[in-house]
């Protein structure tokens, strides 16, 4: 278990919904990112939010917004959804910024499955 | 041009063998980490070992090492004692701070190892 609990693990919808998906970082990691893996994949960068606000930001699509909360959680909104957007969406968390360094490791959460029929 | 690199779209290891998966990287950017995650076919993302690019030792955790080649852009990671629990997913990584608190993970295509009896 690696502490990162996102929800919900699976969610199937239509073409032209919108979706949310949440994550609660590790206890006391400032920093988390979203990754998004299709089919066979490696795994795309998303965006990064550090302690509430967006830091670093990857090949997020303009229909899909994130952010990160006070007490730290994210969500990422996928609108408009397309049979292309069907995937596993990872949220990871870290420790943040200290002495000029990201710590280390991402953890990862187990992800949320995303089928759009 | 890519920044990771994997070349072994697929390896095959022998029960109780040694592997070698492969990463080569890209960057100039004299700060970075360098990651190995696991994904068996569950889906989640485990994370194996960190190599950060000023440390001066190879990283060991358990029957994983990297084995770390700065000068040439190396971090290829090695399993002691392969168990058919091994087989998954590998994924490369390597993070790279943007500015102060900004980074990202850029992962590799993966390899896809297989634990044989």
């Known amino acids: 278990d690696s502490g990162v609990t996102q929800t919900p693990k699976h969610l199937i919808t239509a073409t032209g919904q919108r979706v949310t998906l949440r994550c609660s970082p590790r206890s006391g990691d400032l920093s988390v990112y979203w990754y998004q893996q299709s089919l066979d994949q490696g795994l795309q960068f998303l965006i990064q939010y550090y302690n509430g606000e967006e830091r670093a930001k990857g090949n997020i699509l303009e229909r899909f917004s994130a952010q990160q909360f006070p007490d730290l959680h994210s969500e990422l909104n996928l609108s408009s959804l397309e049979l292309g957007d069907s995937a596993l969406y990872f949220c990871a968390s870290s420790r943040g910024y200290v002495q000029g360094w990201d710590t280390g490791e991402l953890f990862f959460g187990e992800g949320s499955r995303l089928t759009v029929l | 041009a890519q920044k990771i690199t994997q070349t072994q779209p697929g390896m095959f290891v022998q029960e109780k063998e040694a592997v070698t998966l492969d990463c080569t990287y890209d960057?100039?950017?004299?700060?970075?980490?360098l990651f190995w995650y696991k994904q068996p076919s569950s889906g989640e993302m485990i994370f194996l070992i960190y190599?950060?690019?000023?440390?001066?030792q190879n990283a060991t955790e358990g029957r994983y090492s990297l084995n770390f080649q700065k000068a040439r852009k190396s971090a290829n990671l090695v399993i002691s004692a392969s168990q058919l629990g091994d087989s998954a997913m590998y994924f490369c990584a390597m993070r790279e701070s943007i500015t102060g608190t900004a980074s990202k993970l850029t992962f590799g295509t993966g390899t896809r190892l297989q634990v044989t009896l």
């Open positions: 190599q950060g690019s000023y440390d001066q």
């Open positions: 960057t100039s950017d004299p700060s970075y980490g």
